[in-house]
T-cell receptor
Framework: GAVVSQHPSWVICKSGTSVKIECRSL??????MFWYRQFPKQSLMLMATSNEGSKATYEQGVEKDKFLINHASLTLSTLTVTSAHPEDSSFYICSGRGGRNEQFFGPGTRLTVL | GENVEQHPSTLSVQEGDSAVIKCTYSDSASNYFPWYKQELGKRPQLIID???NVGEKKDQRIAVTLNKTAKHFSLHITETQPEDSAVYFCAASGGNYQLIWGAGTKLIIKP
């Protein structure tokens, strides 16, 4: 299957700082990328849908000014968690959409906000 | 919008027995139904998927069935092995390509 990388794999930051997470499709072009958040023992929760060259579409309850998404190219999307707080600590996973409905997932980023 | 329900939340089976996980969806326009396996701290991995024009699909010990009329789809794992222990998620997707996820099933394979 197609390969998606994500960086960093884990990050610890102080409350109030911003953290940027990169998601790259390595061997295919992803016109659409998705960002998910997963809390322990829970399912994946879609945060936003990111289309190359346009503004991301955020799910209800997700603050677009807090979670900044940029999808500047067909192989790179970034998620910036601004002014992070302890409640933002979670596992963040991106995925890139393949030719049809298939989504290929990155390895995830574990964010811990102190 | 679409809603996906998944049952059971936990399933414990003896090694070698079969495991069945069931999901229902609400949006009749959904046409793609993948199943993912997720091990602790790792990314979800696609194990099998089915599209709405097919009723059943099999890949070695894993099979998925789809009943469009009833809006049900199920994952069947036969001859379970210890490495099958993980959390399994079903999902449904339609024209907007978004995946709507079930809550997950923790599968425990007892030796």
């Amino acid at each position: 299957g197609a390969v998606v990388s994500q960086h960093p794999s884990w990050v610890i930051c102080k409350s109030g700082t911003s953290v940027k997470i990169e998601c790259r499709s390595l061997d295919f072009q992803a016109t659409t990328m998705f960002w998910y958040r997963q809390f322990p023992k829970q399912s994946l929760m879609l945060m936003a849908t990111s289309n190359e060259g346009s503004k991301a579409t955020y799910e209800q309850g997700v603050e677009k000014d807090k979670f900044l998404i940029n999808h500047a190219s067909l192989t790179l999307s970034t998620l910036t968690v601004t002014s992070a707080h302890p409640e933002d600590s979670s596992f963040y996973i991106c995925s890139g959409r393949g030719g049809r409905n298939e989504q290929f997932f990155g390895p995830g980023t574990r964010l811990t906000v102190l | 919008g679409e809603n996906v329900e998944q049952h059971p939340s936990t399933l414990s089976v003896q090694e070698g027995d079969s495991a069945v996980i069931k999901c229902t969806y609400s949006d009749s326009a959904s046409n793609y139904f993948p199943w993912y396996k997720q091990e602790l701290g790792k990314r979800p991995q696609l194990i099998i998927d089915i599209r709405s024009n097919v009723g059943e699909k099999k890949d070695q010990r894993i099979a998925v069935t789809l009943n469009k009329t009833a809006k049900h789809f199920s994952l069947h794992i036969t001859e379970t092995q210890p490495e099958d222990s993980a959390v399994y998620f079903c999902a449904a997707s339609g024209g907007n390509y978004q995946l709507i996820w079930g809550a997950g099933t923790k599968l425990i394979i007892k030796p």
